[in-house]
Every structure is written in C-alpha cells, then in structure tokens.
C-alpha cells in the first residue's frame, strides 16, 4: 500500500486528487490539509510514503514545505503538484529537494505514473518536460500524442511485444509485479485492446 499525505488550498481540487488516486488499489490518501504549516506538523508525527503539495498555500508555501520537510526528514518523498509552468518556479523546487514536479494540467495518468516511480525509487521531471528523443529507445512523438500513453507505459508496451513476461519486465524495468500489471491494465484501456494478441499487433502497427 502506498501511503499519501496532500496538501493543496483549494478543498474541491484536493477531494478530486484523492478521488483520482484511491480509484488505485494500492494508493491510500491518508490525510488532506489546506495549507503547508498543517501538512508539515502532520508529516512530523506521522509516515508517509509520498507527500504531494500544491505551490502556493496560506500559512507555509509549497517551498517552505519541501525546505522543512527534506531537512528533518530528507528521505522523504515530495511531489510537487502545480499549476505553475515556470521554468524558474520549477528549478527552485527540484534544487530544494523535490522529487518530482507535476503540473495541475496534465493527464491524470501521469501523475498517477509519477507517483508509482518515486515510490520506487525514481526521480521524475515534469512529463511535459522531458522530450521523447531523449529516452535511450526513443519513440515517435505521434504515438505518445495519440494513445497518451506515458513513457513507462511505453517501454513495458515494447517489452510486452519482445514476449516478456509481467514477473520478467518487473525485474528488467526495477519495478514490482504489481506496478507493472497496474500499467499493464492501463495500456489495454488505453489502446482499446482486451487480449495480449491484440496489444502485440498494436504495438507493431505502431512500430514499437
């Protein structure tokens, strides 16, 4: 089970993200506060395995959070979920210790991706951020756009298609078996595929 802590100003806009997340079977949003000062207090006497925090909240912003929290506690894990595409904005986060920075208006999946990955272990820039080519087994950005499919979905689609094994792509990619099923299941909805026969011919339509 992975715990999450969520801090975000906006009440309406934080019940939607732990709507979003608990549709998770192993995400459990264990408490929602309006400000960072709340969070932080929280954080101090209770574990996490994720914190997710807005920017810019009453009382102690996004930056004070990451700044106190990764001081007392430096294994922590901050996501930083913000309507903010400042580079400058961005940059300041990381450099304080976020471990991730998502922006409010990307896919949902994305943010659930990301926090499956930092869960894990890994450190992500913004999705948006990150240009396809970059990756050592980049693919066409058409096929990113028109299946929305992540990066991480991508590579296990590739894998899938090479006739790995759930168990075998969970050891090349360092993930759990349940994180790739996850992703898995989410690949089939995507594509609008039901068998593994279909989802290996999409993936050669689309020359993974």
């Known amino acids: 089970m992975i715990?999450?802590?969520l801090a975000d100003d906006h009440?309406?806009?934080?019940?939607g993200i732990k709507g979003l997340l608990e549709e998770e079977d192993d995400f459990e949003v264990r408490a929602?506060?309006?400000?960072?000062?709340?969070?932080?207090?929280?954080?101090?006497?209770?574990?996490?395995d994720i914190i997710l925090t807005d920017?810019?909240?009453p009382k102690l912003d996004g930056m004070g959070v990451i700044s106190i929290i990764k001081k007392k506690q430096p294994r922590s894990k901050i996501i930083v979920l913000s309507m903010y595409d400042d580079p400058l904005i961005y940059e300041k986060a990381i450099k304080a210790g976020a471990d991730a920075y998502v922006l409010k208006g990307s896919d949902p999946d994305e943010l659930i991706y990301t926090v499956r990955e930092v869960f894990e272990g890994s450190y992500i820039l913004d999705y948006k951020r990150v240009e396809f080519q970059n990756e050592p087994d980049g693919y066409p950005d058409?096929?990113?756009?028109?299946?929305?499919?992540?990066?991480?979905?991508t590579e296990?689609?590739?894998l899938i298609k090479d006739g790995k094994m759930n168990k075998e792509i969970a050891e090349l990619l360092s993930l759990s078996q349940h994180t790739v099923e996850s992703h898995r299941k989410k690949i089939h909805s995507k594509l609008g595929v039901s068998t593994a026969v279909e989802l290996?011919?999409?993936?050669?339509?689309?020359?993974?």
Not at 11 to 15: I, L
Not at 142 to 153: A, Q, W
């Open 11 to 15: 009440k309406m806009f934080a019940m």
């Open 32 to 48: 929602i506060f309006h400000n960072g000062k709340d969070l932080v207090e929280y954080i101090q006497k209770n574990h996490v």
């Open 200 to 208: 290996v011919k999409k993936a050669l339509e689309m020359k993974i």
């Open 3 to 5: 715990r999450i802590a």
């Open 142 to 153: 058409h096929f990113k756009e028109k299946f929305k499919l992540s990066r991480r979905e």
């Open 55 to 57: 920017m810019n909240m």
């Open 156 to 158: 296990i689609l590739r």
